[in-house]
């Protein structure tokens, strides 16, 4: 991993509210600490593992990472590069009410009821401002819904995508 991309990933991140010249915020991502030194070290693919069992984590316990047929699991560390360099992007904390307020379509937003909270709380802050926002729990998911729960979240979606009159929902 060249010294460059490593900055790119460890350094400034200027979207966040009030960014500064601080490092990123690995603490918000995969029980911090290890995922800032796995990356920092350069163990890059490792870092993103890590990641990825955090995110997909349930609150029952397990991952669905682990649970990913081994083609998956490879595209997804060949991704890592680019994993970690979106990661500069933000978490979406500089979204502030009124910005998110301006939205003026409808929204669906899908929970897995096995969600991480802090995953899930992103999810709870866009339905708390926005009136049109219909949460959706999808029962038996954590956060990686398409896998732990691929009929459901499927139903859901085909339900989202209908008129609003005619959902069932």
């Known amino acids: 991993m060249s010294a460059r991309f490593l900055r790119s990933i460890s350094g400034p991140n200027h979207h ?3 960014g500064n010249d601080t490092d990123i915020h690995y603490e918000e991502f995969g029980d911090g600490p290890p995922l800032q030194q796995l990356a920092v070290a350069g163990r890059i693919t490792d ?3 890590h990641f990825f069992r955090w995110a997909s984590s349930r609150t029952s316990g397990g991952n669905a990472y682990d649970g990913f047929g081994p083609a998956l699991q490879a595209a997804l560390r060949d991704s890592a590069p ?3 360099g979106e990661r500069r992007g933000g978490t979406g904390a500089y979204l502030t009410p009124e910005l998110i307020g301006k939205v003026e379509c409808p929204v669906t937003c899908l929970l897995g009821d096995l969600t991480n909270p802090v995953l899930a709380g992103g999810t709870d ?9 219909e949460l959706v729990p ?3 998911a ?4 398409p ?3 691929p009929e459901k979240f499927a139903a859901a979606v085909r339900a989202a995508c209908r008129p609003r009159e005619e959902s069932p929902r």
């Open 16 to 18: 966040e509210e009030g």
């Open 47 to 49: 870092a993103v593992e």
């Open 82 to 84: 680019a994993l970690l």
């Open 125 to 133: 802050r866009i339905v708390g401002v926005l009136p049109q926002a």
């Open 138 to 140: 999808i029962a038996g």
């Open 142 to 145: 954590g956060h990686a819904l």
């Open 147 to 149: 896998f732990d729960q």
